[in-house]
């Protein structure tokens, strides 16, 4: 084979979604040319042998014995929060002809943070019923973190409600209370989520949480006598 031509290129790492799942990056990189008298061997059960040396990441479930390499780029975030800082990651392709022939490629894979949302983990309440009557409460606490360990701003609402909201004590806070209107005429429900914040992505929120009021108004009875 030719003599292999080095190549950089910069990519973004893969980042988590709201649900904190891992949106993977994936790259592909795979040789572009052989010598002539190789390219009828292209093939990875002809006489061309491919090995890719990889330093920087985990190799494990990559077959490093074919032709063309497909691979996760890693997500910056370290296990106590924050994004480390990853050396670059370095991919050489070594191929072999059937005359012994080697010729060598490296690709050098940099990697640029992206600044990942928060993900909501937890939205409990207490009571854990979510039916009570009017006048009663329902108090709703929101767990969330953020892969940067950013500050967090929490908003509490009701879906379609107004954006200042008397029923709730607070709607800015990790932690709130949702009081019942009293004077209801039907059973009424409320869905209410929390958007979170780090300043930087646009605010998360959550699933709806449906609390039902109960109406204790009892409807007039007409009777006629005949």
């Not at 795979?30 to 491919?50: I, Q, R, S, Y």
């Not at 920087?56 to 032709?67: A, F, H």
């Given at each position: 084979?030719?003599?292999?031509?080095?190549?950089?290129?910069?990519?973004?790492?893969?980042?988590?979604?709201?649900?904190?799942?891992?949106?993977p990056?994936?790259?592909t990189?795979?040789?572009?040319?052989?010598?002539?008298?190789?390219?009828?061997?292209?093939?990875?059960?002809?006489?061309?042998?491919?090995?890719?040396?990889?330093?920087?990441?985990?190799?494990?479930?990559?077959?490093?014995?074919?032709?063309?390499?497909?691979?996760?780029?890693?997500?910056?975030?370290?296990?106590?929060?924050?994004?480390?800082?990853?050396?670059?990651?370095?991919?050489?392709?070594?191929?072999?002809?059937?005359?012994?022939?080697?010729?060598?490629?490296?690709?050098?894979?940099?990697?640029?943070?992206?600044?990942?949302?928060?993900?909501?983990?937890a939205?409990?309440?207490?009571?854990?019923?979510?039916?009570v009557?009017?006048?009663?409460f329902?108090?709703?606490?929101?767990?969330?973190?953020?892969?940067?360990?950013?500050?967090?701003?929490?908003?509490?609402?009701?879906?379609?409600g107004?954006?200042?909201?008397?029923?709730?004590?607070?709607?800015?806070?990790?932690?709130?209370?949702?009081?019942?209107?009293?004077g209801?005429?039907?059973?009424?429900?409320y869905?209410?989520?929390?958007?979170?914040?780090?300043?930087?992505?646009?605010?998360?929120?959550?699933?709806?949480?449906?609390?039902?009021?109960?109406t204790?108004?009892?409807?007039?009875?007409?009777?006629?006598?005949?």
């Amino acid at each position: 084979p030719n003599a292999g031509v080095d190549s950089t290129q910069t990519v973004l790492e893969s980042e988590y979604d709201a649900a904190g799942g891992l949106v993977p990056n994936e790259i592909t990189l795979a040789p572009v040319d052989f010598a002539a008298g190789d390219l009828d061997d292209f093939t990875p059960n002809g006489d061309l042998a491919f090995q890719w040396l990889v330093t920087g990441m985990d190799t494990s479930g990559l077959d490093l014995n074919q032709p063309s390499l497909t691979f996760t780029v890693p997500n910056l975030v370290s296990s106590t929060g924050g994004d480390q800082d990853l050396a670059p990651l370095s991919f050489t392709l070594v191929v072999t002809d059937k005359h012994d022939g080697v010729s060598s490629s490296t690709h050098t894979v940099n990697i640029t943070a992206n600044n990942d949302a928060p993900i909501i983990t937890a939205l409990t309440t207490v009571p854990a019923v979510l039916t009570v009557a009017e006048g009663g409460f329902i108090d709703l606490t929101a767990t969330a973190v953020d892969p940067e360990n950013q500050a967090l701003t929490y908003q509490w609402q009701v879906v379609g409600g107004a954006a200042n909201d008397d029923r709730f004590t607070t709607q800015t806070g990790t932690s709130t209370r949702f009081t019942v209107p009293s004077g209801l005429f039907a059973d009424t429900d409320y869905a209410i989520v929390v958007q979170v914040s780090d300043g930087v992505n646009p605010p998360v929120e959550s699933a709806p949480i449906t609390i039902t009021g109960q109406t204790s108004y009892i409807a007039p009875a007409v009777a006629l006598e005949v």
